[in-house]
C-alpha cells in the first residue's frame, strides 16, 4: 500500500506509477544540478567541461586491455551479483569466463578505441528499497538502479587500465 496525493494505492501497477512519478521527479531535480557532460569523452572534451571551474587536469590515458586482465575481473565477479536488465548474473558471467574472455576483451577494446560507452550499458530497472518510517510513503524508499553486470566489466577493465600522465 501506498499513498500519493491523499489516496491510497494496493495495486502493483497503481504503486509503480507512484514510484515512478516520484523517482523521476527526483531524478530530474538532480540532473539540473550536474554538468552537462559531451557525448563523447576525450581528454579535450573533459578539459572543457571542467574550464570554467579553473580545474587544473591530471592527464591520464585509457590503455587497450588483454585477456589476461579480463579474466581476472570475470573470475573475481561475485556468484551472488543480481542480473540487470540484461539478465546475466555473476554466476553465469563467473562459470563463463573461459568462453567469453576473449570476446569481452574485444568488446571493451573497441570502446576504449572509440572513447565511447554504449547506451545499452546505460540502461537499468529502477527498484525501491525501503529505508525506514512508514510504509505507504514513496519518500521513504530510495530507488536502487542495478546496471548490466557487463558495464561494470567495462568499467572495471577501464579502471585497470587507466594511467595517470
Known sequence: CLESEGKHSFGPKENADIFKNYF?????????KLLQAPKIFGYSSTCILYRPFN???NGFKFSQTNVTTV???LVNTHSSKGAGIDNLGGKLIKDGTQVIAFPTT???????KSSSFPDACKLAKIKPLFK?????????YRPISPLPLVSKIIEKVIHEGHKTI
Open 24 to 32: 523521476s521527479k527526483l531524478a530530474k531535480s538532480l540532473l539540473l
Open 106 to 112: 574485444q568488446i571493451c577494446d573497441l570502446y576504449i
Open 132 to 140: 525506514k518510517g512508514s510504509k505507504p510513503d514513496p519518500k521513504n
Open 55 to 57: 580545474m587544473v587536469p
Open 71 to 73: 579474466t581476472k575481473i
